[in-house]
């Protein structure tokens, strides 16, 4: 089975960078879409980021869209999110989640955000001063 295990969380200051992990065990991750979901207390899970399984589509939430950057070694398992210019509303619990790609015309939400099987348990960011 697929496991997944983030890392790289912690706190930082308001413009500063971290850039997180979502290291994968038991399958090779080369078919997989691998997506990067954030939780914060008393919110919804929301979707943040994601790429395809040959990093050919990568797609970002509006609220991250030019302070992110999403990318993946298939080689190592690994999967990063490099977070710059964050903000304090991106303290979060970040998880990684995995799902065996579906080829498709047209990406959607459901592609970008959807039947995601495989998830890790989170690394906590917080973004303060």
């Known amino acids: 089975q697929l496991q997944l295990v983030e890392s790289g969380g912690g706190l930082v200051q308001p413009g500063g960078s971290l850039r997180l992990s979502c290291a994968a065990s038991?399958?090779?991750?080369?078919?997989?879409?691998i997506g990067w979901f954030r939780q914060a207390p008393g919110k919804e899970r929301e979707g943040v980021s994601c790429i395809s399984s040959t990093a050919s589509v990568a797609y970002y939430a509006e609220s991250v869209k030019g302070r992110f950057t999403i990318s993946r070694d298939n080689a190592k398992r690994t999967v990063f999110l490099q977070m710059t210019s964050v903000k304090p509303e991106d303290t979060a619990v970040y998880y990684c989640a995995a799902k065996l790609e579906v080829k498709v015309k047209t990406y959607d939400s459901r592609w970008y955000w959807g039947d995601y099987h495989y998830w890790g348990l989170g690394t906590q960011v917080t973004v303060s001063s």
């Open positions: 038991g399958f090779p991750l080369d078919n997989y879409v």
